[in-house]
Structure formats: structure tokens, C-alpha cells
């Protein structure tokens, strides 16, 4: 059992060097100069180089590249991640700032977007009509198919702009969160459902089901009883890429409903290759990512007993 | 499998139906009322009684635009949101008037030069204080230009007025409202850069404000300058709000507002999304909008909402030729590429009126500027041709020209920050073909830009780009070969170009301000520019569109159509 939790942890940790060592690398790799980007980009040719060269050695750009991972990676290690190159924010503080709006976005839309799949797979296992059955289906690859931008903005269309029932920029309350909120959970529902959908499928076809039937149960309380407990189960398995779907549609949703957020502060930061910003971002977002998955690791054997069994028997 | 199942279950009887069906019909009819809900607007925007009557004080005005600011120190700035928001909350030494682009008096009542144009003498207004109250005075401005132009490592701030006042030594303060700046060469640029109104802009803030770090100036509470607005909160990403400063009375003489701006605020909100900022206008959200694009104008207008432009002065959309890449270095192909487009396609398919086609590198808005509409800068395509066949470019089986077996191939670099720029040059690719000339289009957004135009003197035949700045020397810094040298310019190797008789030319620029004189100059280097070595294909002249309510009057643009709110007021009252 310890053995198991060290080889998660020192993976998670793994995890997360890898993705701080990686940025690192990439954006060096990447042709622009972040000074470069501190001008205005028709000066360019005009920038005196004793200038360029002052504003490459305020931030440490003009030290060897690997000094400078090391001094990053030193001062990451506890905590700091020095200040943004573009605004001259601390780099935790101008996280700290933004995150509280990712986060409520993040974790209201994962709350509808896991109503969503359960409800369709629900009523797609407890449906007799094939039509519907199918159709409800279709639903989940439908979701995914359908881009972010394109959904917010037909919903803002719709709802803000005809209507007028919710602003249609800004953050200000709750008002402001349902349109973003709905917009993001579409797309995350989609993997869950799929997911959702098959292993109902395959529950309801399970040994214990024909059993409870046998018994005379009825349908809705085979699926509520016995089903829905043994098929809800995997959808903790893609709690990361869940995770990971959230990212990367808030990077689209904050833009299109001008939310300020952690994904849009992720696609400024690399467009103006932001060094420490983007290093404090892919920093926490690994970390996040890593405790997920960890989580779900350490959490599986609790919940599933089968597991449960052959950990203990793997270790005595 | 489940056929054991399946019998049991259809050997039941018939049961109530289940809940799902409700649940999925609720769901359909929700989805499907959402959707068909798409109610037409009528076009009952005119509200409010307009008129252009008395100015009413007060209301907060609701503005849109793309960009946002990355720090509220005005002094930094590579975008649009931070030099707007910068001229609300900061004055500068002289204010340019856009129409003449004399420049006039404003926290300095009067000044003068020497004969060299190495020292300045500004005679302060000595009625101006900053908002926290502190008086502007001589040793304010020593300490901003002191700090603008070198930076300071200690505070993280960085040279950001190196580039607008080269050669800068130093501030005197021989009494508390007089401020003489000397510099180490002529430079006659510099009293249009006191006024200057763009990116990275000298506009001054309090002493208090110089002494905190680009850290402690994020707190834009901490940023004290004297303008008419000063700051209440600023939220990156998402919007800066500003409120009247209460006793400003030192706008621009030349603007003719007397005392306080009309509005209470003014909220500068960030919408990346084109079709937000439109459809937030257009349902009454926001007042007004910046940014807004070529196909927005129109059904913005038949709205009955008001579109204000300006073009950007300074230099216009341009193509700058590498006079050393083949096959650039040949004068023949740069002039058939100045005669080789049509003009009047790109203006009916690309530009509105609130666009203009180049007629001079220069725009129309700066003193000095000439018109070459009627020589090299009109479309001619058999001269262009005819150019080209005597200089030995033979057509190919593929319509392409080639000479020694060397395609007529033009790459161009270009930033596709403007949505005209992509499409205007698709213009004249198309048009360059038809004469055999392949022009090879690379544009792409500023990051890729600026990590591309590094490479440029040797990858590309062409950078395309503009420079905002309301005065002729705008062309010094861009070609002379000793500042930005965007031709490539080099002795010996740009085949047939006098180096020195360039250089020259440019540098007379900076050398004096009769007007007279400047504007010979000035002819002189476009003469060279345009004509006789053709170093530069200008396309259009970008512009700076607002679309506003009807109730809203009076948004100035500046000399750099930068926007300022001092005198704006609404007539709806809210």
C-alpha cells in the first residue's frame, strides 16, 4: 500500500517538474525575443541596442539559458516565480487575482456539464423507444463537435442581445456567470456522457440486473438502485482530461464573454511570452492536473473494493 | 446477453409511462424555444433626443475596445488601450492640433530652441497640480523625462522613452516653471514628441508615482498624474474605470473646454470578440466602441448609430522594399510593384470611407506630405509591364516572370493586427500577378511579427507595417540606414542607391523647424523615397473607428487619433 502511494506521488511530482522544465524549454525555443515584445513591433528596427540591451538585463534575459532555468527553478521550488514581465505584477499575485473567476466558472460549469451526462445517459439507458435512444446518443459527440467560440456566441446572440436577459461581457455576478457557465459545460458533457452512456449500457446488461429483475424489480429502481452506483463509478477515470477540457474551454469562453480568467490570461502571457507568468501558470494547472489524478489513484481502491483486494493481496 | 432480461421485462404489464419522456420533452422544448426564439430587433435606437445643444454634465460613459491595459504607468504602453487611457489621466508639455498639426500650448505656455535644435525651453502653467495635489513644476519634469528616457533597474522601469528622444542628456531647472532640455544632436522631432499622444507616451506623473516600482504602479490608485481623469480602479483583462478629476482646468487651449471634463467616468471595457463589442452596442450595453471593423460600419450606420474615424497620421500602411534581396534589389520591380495595383479595386472591396488609399508614404494629416497619386502612386500597368520587359524579366509558361531563371518571386512580411491589411494586400497580390510578379504573403500576428522581422533582411523582399507619429521625422526614423533602416539600406550592396544622399535627406528632417524648410525637406525625402529608388509601395491609411449612440457627442481624436474625454458628454443623462 505504501508502495503504491509513493510510485503516485513521485509520479505527480514527476508531473509537474516535467511541465515547468518543458514550458521552459519551448519558450526559448520559440523564435520571438520576449524584449522584442515590450516595444511597440513597427519600432523595432529603431530601438537603440544599448536600450534593448538595458531591458534584456532588467530581467535576466541576457543571463546563459541554463542559469536561468536553474534560478527559476530554484525560486519556484519555494513559492516564487517572480513578476510579470509585462505588467511587473508578482506572477502569484496576478494568478491569485484571476483565479477565484476560473475557478467558480470552472467548477459551476463541471457540475451542469456531469448533470448533463447523467442525464443522458440516463435517458438513454431508461428509454424503451430506439429513437430516442438513439438520438440522446447523438447527443455527447454532438456537444464536443460544436466549437466554443461559435456556441458562445450564438447563445450571446440569443439570450443577451435579442433578450436582454444577461449582460453580455464582464463579471459581475451571478448574473454575468450563467451564459459562460452553459457555454463551457456543453463541451466538457460530452466525454462524460460518452463515457456515462457506455458503461450504463453495459451495467444494464450485467448478471446482477437480470437478477434484481428476476426479483421483480422495476426498471427505474434497477437503474437508480443498482446501475447508476457501478456505471457512475469510471467516470472518475477522466477526472484529469475533465479537468483539462475546463482549461482549455475557459481559454475560449473568458475570451468571447471578455471574463477575465486564468485562460485568458494563459493565451496573453504566451502570445506576449510572459516567461515567469506562463511558468507560474503551467506550474499550477500541473499540480492541479497531478493532484487530480493522484486523488482519483488513491481515492479508487476506497470506493471500488475489487481493487481494494488485489493491492492488499499485491503487497502481503 | 441480456435476452433473459429483456423477456422478463416485456412479460411485464403495461406500466405508467416513465418520467424521462417528461424530462426529454421539457429539454427539447427549452432548446427548441431558446433557439427559435430569435426575435428581430427593430432599429429603435434613437432614443434619446439628440442635438448637438449645451454639453450636459455628468453620466458615465460605457466604451469598448479589444486591447487592455497590461499596467496602468501610461509611460509603458505598446497598444491602443494603454496610450487612450494614458492621455485621460496624463498631460503633456504641448498639444498638437490635429487638423493644421501645429503644435500649441498646453501644461507649457510658451517655448523656444536654439539655433541648433539641441536645447528647449518650456515656460510652465504654474496653476497645474497632480491629483494627489503636489504642484507641477520644472523638477517634475526633469524627474519624468530623467526616468522615461533612462529607466530605472532599482524600480524594474524600463527606458521606455529611449526611442521618441534620442540623444537626450538632460533636464535644467533654472527656476520652478521654466524646463530646458538639451539634447546631444539636433533633434526638431522633439517638440511634436512633447505632445506626443501614442504608444510609450510622455505624459507626466507625480514625483510620489516615479519613486514606486512597476510593481507598486499596478495599484493604479498609486498612479497620480494631472490629466482630467484620474484613476479608480483598473482590472486587467477586463477594464479600467476612470472619474473626473475635480478642478481640472488646463485642457488644451486649443480644444476650447473650460474647466472640468462633462462626465462623472468613463469605463473602458476590454471585448476581445468583434461581434460582443457590436452586439453590445447595438442592445444598449456599451455607449460607445473602438475597433470597430470594415463590415461593421455599415449596418452599424443603417442602426442610426454614429461612426467617427480618423486616420492614423504618420506614416501609411506600408510596403518597405529589401533594397538588398533579389529580387527587390531591382528598382524595375519596385517600381512596377508601386504601378502594378489597382487602386480603386482596393477601395471599393476592402476599405470604407472612413479609409483612405496612400497617395505619399506620408498620410495626408502630416505637414510636409505630397501627393504622388498622380506619378508613381497610380495604377499603370502596361508602364509596369513595359518596366519589366526592358529590365529583362521574361513571362513563364506559369504567367510569372523570370530573369536567368530566377522567378519573379516577392516575399512580404506583414501583422494582421488590422483587419483591412490581410485582404487589402490579397488585393494587390492578385493585381501583381497579372503582371507576372508572384507576391508571397506572410501575415501574421504581432508575436510571429516580431520574432520573424529579425530575419527579415535576409527572408523577406518586403515589411509591411505603419508608424503613428504626426510629423515628417516619423520617415527618418523609419529608413534612415543609421535608425530603423527598413530598406535595408547599405553602400555597395543596395545596387544603384546613393547610401549617403539617403541618410542625408532623412537626417536633414531633424535639423530645423521653418516650416518652410521642414516641408522642402520633407518633399526632398519623399521625392527619394517614392520616386527615385522607389523604396516603398504605400498601400492605405489605416484608421481609428469609433461607433457611438447618438447621444453621445464630442470623442476627440488627436493628432495620433488617440481619443480623448475631456469635452465628450452625453445627452441621455445617465
Keep these: 500500500m505504501i508502495r503504491y502511494v509513493a510510485l503516485k506521488v513521485g509520479r505527480a511530482v514527476f508531473v509537474v517538474w516535467a511541465a515547468f522544465t518543458v514550458t521552459f524549454v519551448l519558450l526559448f525555443v520559440l523564435p520571438a525575443n520576449p524584449v522584442d515584445l515590450l516595444f511597440d513591433p513597427t519600432e523595432l528596427n529603431s530601438i537603440p541596442p544599448e536600450v534593448r540591451a538595458q531591458v534584456a538585463e532588467n530581467y535576466g534575459f541576457n543571463k546563459p539559458v541554463l542559469l536561468q532555468y536553474a534560478d527559476r527553478l530554484g525560486h519556484a521550488l519555494i513559492g516564487d516565480f517572480g513578476n510579470s514581465v509585462q505588467s511587473g505584477r508578482p506572477v502569484i499575485a496576478a494568478i491569485l487575482d484571476v483565479l477565484p473567476s476560473t475557478l467558480i466558472l470552472a467548477s459551476a460549469a463541471l457540475v451542469l456539464a456531469t448533470l448533463i451526462a447523467f442525464a443522458i445517459a440516463l435517458v438513454a439507458t431508461a428509454t424503451r423507444r430506439p429513437w430516442l435512444r438513439n438520438l440522446v446518443e447523438a447527443l455527447p459527440s454532438g456537444a464536443v463537435s460544436v466549437p466554443v467560440f461559435l456556441s458562445g456566441i450564438l447563445i450571446l446572440q440569443v439570450f443577451s442581445f435579442q433578450l436582454g436577459w444577461f449582460p453580455s461581457f464582464g463579471d459581475n455576478g451571478v448574473q454575468s456567470l450563467i451564459l459562460p457557465l452553459i457555454t463551457l459545460a456543453v463541451p466538457v458533457a460530452g466525454p462524460i456522457a460518452q463515457l456515462l452512456v457506455r458503461s450504463f449500457a453495459t451495467e444494464f446488461g450485467a448478471g446482477y440486473v437480470t437478477t434484481s429483475w428476476a426479483k421483480g424489480a422495476t426498471r427505474g429502481r434497477i437503474i437508480v438502485h443498482d446501475v447508476f452506483r457501478n456505471a457512475g463509478l469510471p467516470a472518475l477515470t477522466i477526472a484529469g482530461v475533465t479537468f483539462g477540457n475546463l482549461i482549455a474551454g475557459s481559454v475560449i469562453t473568458e475570451t468571447v464573454f471578455a471574463r477575465r480568467g486564468l485562460g485568458r490570461m494563459t493565451q496573453t502571457a504566451i502570445n506576449t511570452l510572459d516567461v515567469p507568468l506562463v511558468a507560474g501558470i503551467v506550474v499550477l494547472v500541473a499540480v492541479t492536473f497531478a493532484l487530480i489524478n493522484l486523488t482519483v489513484d488513491l481515492i479508487y481502491p476506497v470506493l471500488d473494493p475489487r481493487l481494494r483486494a488485489s493491492l492488499t493481496a499485491g503487497v502481503s | ?574
Excluded at chain 2, 466604451?63 to 496624463?90: C, H, K, M, W
Excluded at chain 2, 469609433?546 to 464630442?554: K, R
Design chain 2, 1 to 574: 446477453m441480456s435476452d433473459l432480461r429483456s423477456s422478463i421485462e416485456n412479460a411485464e404489464s403495461h406500466r405508467k409511462r416513465w418520467p424521462w419522456v417528461a424530462g426529454v420533452a421539457v429539454l427539447a422544448v427549452l432548446l427548441a424555444g431558446g433557439i427559435g426564439f430569435a426575435v428581430t430587433r427593430d432599429g429603435s435606437a434613437s432614443e434619446a433626443a439628440a442635438g448637438d445643444g449645451q454639453p450636459v454634465r455628468g453620466g458615465t460613459l460605457q466604451f469598448a475596445l479589444i486591447d487592455y491595459q497590461r499596467s496602468p504607468d501610461p509611460q509603458l504602453g505598446t497598444n491602443y488601450a494603454e496610450s487612450l487611457i494614458g492621455n485621460n489621466v496624463t498631460d503633456k508639455l504641448t498639444w498638437q492640433d490635429p487638423d493644421t498639426g501645429e503644435i500649441t500650448p498646453w501644461l507649457a505656455e510658451s517655448w523656444e530652441y536654439n539655433t541648433d535644435l539641441t536645447q528647449f525651453t518650456f515656460h510652465l502653467r504654474k496653476d497645474v497640480t497632480f491629483s494627489d495635489g503636489t504642484p507641477f513644476d520644472s523638477a517634475v519634469v526633469k524627474a519624468n523625462f530623467d526616468q522615461y528616457v533612462h529607466g530605472d533597474d532599482k524600480l524594474g522601469i524600463n527606458p521606455n522613452g529611449a526611442v521618441l528622444l534620442p540623444g537626450y542628456i538632460e533636464t535644467q531647472t533654472p527656476d520652478a516653471y521654466t524646463a530646458v532640455v538639451t539634447f546631444a544632436k539636433p533633434l526638431a522631432s522633439f517638440l511634436q514628441a512633447s505632445s506626443f499622444t501614442a504608444n510609450a507616451q510622455p505624459g507626466f506623473l507625480s514625483l510620489s508615482t516615479l519613486a514606486r516600482s512597476a510593481e507598486e504602479r499596478t495599484d493604479p490608485t498609486k498612479v497620480i498624474g494631472t490629466g482630467p481623469f484620474v484613476y479608480e480602479s483598473w482590472e486587467e483583462q477586463v477594464k479600467t474605470v476612470l472619474v473626473k478629476r475635480t478642478g481640472y482646468n488646463w485642457a488644451p487651449p486649443s480644444i476650447k473646454h473650460q474647466g472640468e471634463a462633462y462626465l462623472d467616468k468613463v469605463v473602458f471595457n476590454t471585448i476581445p470578440e468583434a461581434s460582443v463589442r457590436t452586439g453590445s452596442l447595438a442592445s444598449g450595453t456599451i455607449d460607445a466602441t473602438l475597433d470597430v471593423g470594415t463590415t461593421d460600419e455599415k449596418p452599424l450606420k443603417d442602426q442610426g448609430f454614429k461612426i467617427i474615424s480618423r486616420s492614423v497620421s504618420g506614416t501609411a500602411i506600408y510596403f518597405n522594399f529589401n533594397s538588398q534581396r533579389f529580387p527587390t534589389n531591382d528598382i524595375a520591380v519596385r517600381k512596377a510593384i508601386q504601378l502594378g495595383w489597382d487602386r480603386s479595386a482596393v477601395e471599393k472591396t476592402v476599405l470604407t470611407d472612413s479609409y483612405s488609399i496612400a497617395t505619399s508614404v506620408l498620410n495626408k494629416s502630416v505637414k510636409g506630405y505630397v501627393d504622388y497619386s498622380g506619378s508613381v502612386l497610380k495604377y499603370d500597368p502596361d508602364q509596369a509591364k513595359k518596366l519589366l520587359d526592358d529590365a529583362g524579366w521574361k513571362p513563364g509558361t506559369d504567367g510569372i516572370r523570370a530573369k536567368d531563371g530566377k522567378r519573379l518571386e516577392v516575399k512580404l512580411l506583414g501583422i494582421s493586427n488590422l483587419v483591412a491589411n490581410k485582404p487589402a494586400y490579397e488585393s494587390v497580390q492578385q493585381d501583381l500577378s497579372k503582371i507576372g510578379i508572384d507576391l508571397q504573403l506572410t501575415v501574421v500576428p504581432i508575436p510571429d511579427y516580431t520574432a520573424l522581422i529579425a530575419k527579415a533582411k535576409t527572408d523577406f523582399n518586403a515589411t509591411a507595417a505603419n508608424r503613428s507619429r504626426n510629423d515628417a521625422a516619423a520617415l527618418n526614423l523609419v529608413y534612415n540606414p543609421s535608425l530603423g533602416n527598413s530598406s535595408y539600406l547599405e553602400q555597395g550592396v543596395s545596387t544603384g542607391i546613393d547610401v549617403a544622399e539617403v541618410t542625408d535627406a532623412l537626417g536633414k528632417l531633424e535639423t530645423t523647424l521653418d516650416p518652410a524648410k521642414r516641408n522642402e525637406y520633407a518633399k526632398t525625402a519623399q521625392d527619394l523615397l517614392l520616386e527615385k529608388y522607389a523604396l516603398v509601395n504605400p498601400v492605405y491609411n489605416p484608421s481609428q473607428v469609433i461607433a457611438h449612440a447618438d447621444y453621445v457627442h464630442n470623442i476627440i481624436f488627436d493628432a495620433q487619433s488617440r481619443n480623448h474625454f475631456v469635452d465628450a458628454w452625453k445627452s441621455n443623462g445617465k
